[in-house]
């Protein structure tokens, strides 16, 4: 199984953002899916996550400001990040809970770091 997270990049305070994960290999099926984002000498943090039935969670510093969904057709999850801020600069990673014939487990994709300027 394979993450491929795009959408990354260089912004204004203010502006928006659109990233995307998508899941690809030998799925069954996805359980949830989640973005975690991590800075320089700091823990990796869930930001937001979706079950694969539409329930979402979110991060207290980015409700109302990030809206996470899923494509369970695309096997994909969606990350809009509206109204950002100098402090949502990190490297973003997303995260899926998939079952694979027999068994299953966790999978991180590579990253996509998003600066945000003041």
Request: with cysteine; hydrophobic share 35%; proline share 2%.
């Amino acid at each position: 199984v394979q993450l491929q997270a795009s959408g990354g990049g260089l912004v204004q305070a203010g502006a928006s953002r659109r990233l995307s994960c998508a899941a690809s290999g030998s799925i069954f099926s996805i359980n949830a899916m989640a973005w975690y984002r991590q800075g320089p000498g700091k823990q990796r943090e869930l930001v937001a996550g979706v079950t694969s039935g539409g329930l979402t969670n979110y991060a207290d510093s980015v409700k109302g400001r990030f809206t996470i969904t899923i494509d369970n057709a695309k096997n994909t999850v969606y990350l809009q990040m509206n109204s950002l801020k100098p402090e949502d600069t990190d490297v973003y990673y997303c995260r899926a809970h998939v079952r694979v014939t027999g068994t299953s487990g966790d999978y991180w994709g590579q990253g996509t770091q998003v600066t945000v300027s003041s």
